[in-house]
């Protein structure tokens, strides 16, 4: 898919925290439009996915004036209380186009400036290791969330084609853990998986997060209800994945092979700290 790529001056680039989000003073969103236009992302039903004439993946939105913004709305922020972000919640900070632009890491050097109390980054790219060396001076005021929700590559496959492999994510994952950097494995959301799902992900974060539609997509599986992917699941014989208690067998696994002390549930697994 040919993804058309525009520069935009934004208005503002510190959005409050509402919803699941709602632990958080702000979101940050460097871009908008996500290239990775994974089936399931919630994004697409809302109002930057719906009311854009153009389908979800094939556009990006850069902003260009993100930084200069970033810059004023972080001491102003500052001046109400604690300031804790997460990025991002709408596209991924890491998509490929970053590579080029390196926006997000200018966004980090800023933020290293005048540091928020909390940060809190959510990808699915293995892009995110270039920055180890920013992550590090923010020492315990950040975590690296990476996105695993299946440890099957025929099924990330299915669901999300344009997106990173899985076992490059985990890769990264461990070189960040090893880093010395707070890491969280986020299995969300829980796709199809093996029973050595648990294993895999045991020792390359420090903790992980189980969501899955019906807890994580903000309208108790009706955001993704619209989505149809229901239909994935129908034309790989996995129906009896779509389910809101398929994650509690997960769960299961997870703690029997883990314990329970650094495994978190849908919206405390993005809490700050």
């Not at 991002?88 to 890491?94: C, K, Q």
């Not at 199809?192 to 997060?209: G, N, W, Y």
């Amino acid at each position: 898919m040919n993804i058309k790529q525009k520069e935009i001056v934004s208005k503002s680039i510190l959005t409050p925290g509402r919803g699941l989000l709602e632990g958080y003073s702000h979101s940050l969103n460097p871009y908008a439009g996500c290239a990775f236009a994974c089936s399931y992302c919630y994004v697409r039903q809302l109002p930057v996915g719906l009311f854009r004439e153009e389908e979800w993946g094939s556009w990006i939105d850069i902003k260009t004036n993100a930084a200069e913004l970033l810059n004023k709305e972080l001491l102003k922020a500052r001046k109400k209380g604690p300031v804790t972000i997460f990025m991002s919640s709408a596209t991924d900070p890491y998509q490929p186009i970053e590579a080029k632009m390196k926006l997000t890491r200018r966004l980090l050097e800023i933020m290293l400036e005048n540091q928020p109390d909390f940060l809190f980054v959510q990808t699915r790219s293995p892009l995110v290791k270039r920055d180890i060396d920013l992550f590090q001076q923010f020492g315990d005021r950040v975590r690296v969330s990476m996105t695993i929700e299946t440890d099957k590559e025929e099924v990330r496959k299915a669901f999300s084609p344009s997106a990173p492999p899985i076992q490059a994510r985990m890769k990264t994952l461990r070189e960040l853990t090893e880093e010395g950097i707070q890491t969280q494995a986020t299995i969300a959301p829980l796709l199809p998986c093996s029973k050595e799902f648990p294993v895999k992900l045991r020792d390359i974060a420090s903790r992980i997060t189980l969501d899955d539609y019906w807890m994580g997509d903000g309208s108790g599986g009706k955001r993704t209800g619209k989505l149809g992917i229901k239909k994935i699941y129908e034309e790989m014989g996995l129906e009896k994945w779509y389910n809101p208690a398929a994650h509690k067998v997960v769960l299961k696994m997870f703690k029997k092979e883990m314990g329970e002390a650094e495994i978190r549930i849908s919206q405390k697994g993005f809490d700050p700290y």
